[in-house]
């Protein structure tokens, strides 16, 4: 899995992990996609079909191993535009899903990242 790849599972799984993905979330994901310039050298419908047929362990794992390989060939500068985008995702719904925060959590975590001064910074600019 390349870091584009890894990205759009990030963004997806998050999407989908309040078991409703919104016309607007894929609007974000594909926002983000666009405004990164990524070269897609994989199926968006291939990896979506993959990912719907794992249970929430499946997921997580995913998720975990995504997380890890957009973390290490991502810059820091490039770790914060995603976590930008997770966020707008997590809010576009206008609920805060218990999971959706679970998720950013690993998300930051793995990133090594302050959650707490990201989510500061996120709401007050």
Not at 43 to 57: A, H, P, Q, Y
Request: hydrophobic share 45%; glycine share 4%; aromatic share 12%.
């Amino acid at each position: 899995m390349d870091k584009f790849q890894a990205a759009f599972e990030l963004l997806y799984i998050c999407s989908a992990i309040d078991g409703n993905v919104d016309d607007s979330e894929i609007d974000i994901i594909n926002n983000f996609l666009e405004s990164n310039d990524m070269n897609i050298d994989f199926s968006t419908r291939e990896v979506i079909d993959d990912l719907l047929m794992l249970n929430i362990d499946g997921i997580i794992d995913e998720f975990l191993k995504a997380a890890k390989i957009y973390s290490d060939k991502s810059s820091a500068s490039e770790k914060r535009i995603l976590l930008d985008f997770f966020m707008t995702l997590i809010i576009s719904d206008g609920e805060i899903d218990d999971n959706e925060m679970r998720l950013f959590v690993i998300l930051t975590e793995a990133f090594n990242v302050d959650g707490d001064r990201f989510l500061e910074n996120y709401f007050n600019n």
